[in-house]
């Protein structure tokens, strides 16, 4: 416990040691702001179950931390807590957690998979970005909005789900995600971002949603090889530039027209009715 300084309340304020795993007593139910940040030793921490929050920063600049896991009874896992965890290979986040705040795990370069429980209904801005060796990602079903930045810089992410209750896809949410090659949007969804998956070059092909009603200004420019895009009966439309500079190779398909290798034809197809970033100004 002397490496440990804890005040009223179990609140965890610093660790003090330097062992290279580290079992956090029973009597903390908070793990304050910056309580480990920068310790540059840890490779591996126990949460005891009764921990209710993980601060801002907690776990900061941790450079060699390799696992954790987070118990059910936190409820939120603070802005930038693990950010720049660099050799964090594995997270496991059991279900009980509620929200992952800004920059979570923001810099989490050797993060190869993450599983995020039903519990979650929040993820903050930019809580993945940077996880340069992420690949794959399961999204809470409770979850209704991903937001601006959460994943962009993923460029090992190869395929995505996002469950049915999202309504919203951020600005740049997965831009630079340069090895997407699939993606399934749910009709809930009525608004993607500004460029929110710009330069994902290895997509393929998209799905536009039954009731979309807001694209953002290029959110699929740079998509290099985009081959298709599927539009549903329904859709008002959208804005040439969301598709500027894709190479599209094959069709794109509204109900039954097929409109081939021009991408005038795109503009023509969707129209003008549905809002850029200029419309509000």
Not at 48 to 65: H, S
Not at 123 to 151: E, H, M, P, W, Y
Not at 211 to 219: E, M, Q, T
Request: glycine content about 8%; charged content about 20%.
């Amino acid at each position: 416990m002397e490496n440990f300084k804890i005040s009223f309340g179990g609140k965890l304020k610093k660790y003090t040691g330097s062992a290279t795993e580290v079992t956090i007593p029973n009597s903390v139910k908070s793990i304050e702001k910056y309580a480990f940040s920068d310790c540059e030793k840890i490779t591996s921490i126990t949460i005891p179950d009764g921990v209710t929050n993980i601060g801002r920063i907690a776990f900061g600049g941790c450079t060699r931390l390799a696992r954790i896991t987070i118990p059910g009874s936190v409820t939120s896992i603070g802005e930038s807590a693990f950010s720049g965890c660099e050799s964090l290979t594995s997270v496991t986040i059991l279900n009980g957690v509620t929200n992952i705040d800004n920059h979570a795990f923001w810099g989490c370069k050797s993060l190869t998979s993450i599983i995020i429980p039903d519990s979650v209904t929040s993820i903050g801005k930019s809580a993945f970005r940077n996880c340069k060796s992420l690949t794959s990602i399961v999204i809470s079903n409770s979850v209704t909005s991903i937001s601006d930045q959460a994943f962009q810089d993923c460029k090992s992410l190869t395929s995505i789900i996002i469950p049915d209750g999202v309504t919203s896809i951020g600005k740049n949410a997965f831009e630079n995600c340069k090895s997407l090659t699939s993606i399934i949007i749910p009709d809930s969804v009525t608004s993607i971002g500004e460029r929110a998956f710009e330069n994902c070059e290895s997509l393929a092909s998209i799905n536009i949603p039954q009731n979309l009603k807001n694209i953002g200004k290029d959110a699929f420019s740079d998509c290099d090889n985009l081959t298709s895009i599927t539009v549903p009966d329904g859709v008002k439309g959208a804005d040439f530039l969301n598709f500027l500079d894709c190479k599209i190779r094959k069709e794109v398909t509204a109900s039954d027209k097929k409109l081939t290798n021009n991408l005038d034809d795109v503009n023509a197809l969707f129209g003008s009715l549905i809002k850029n970033s200029n419309d509000n100004t």
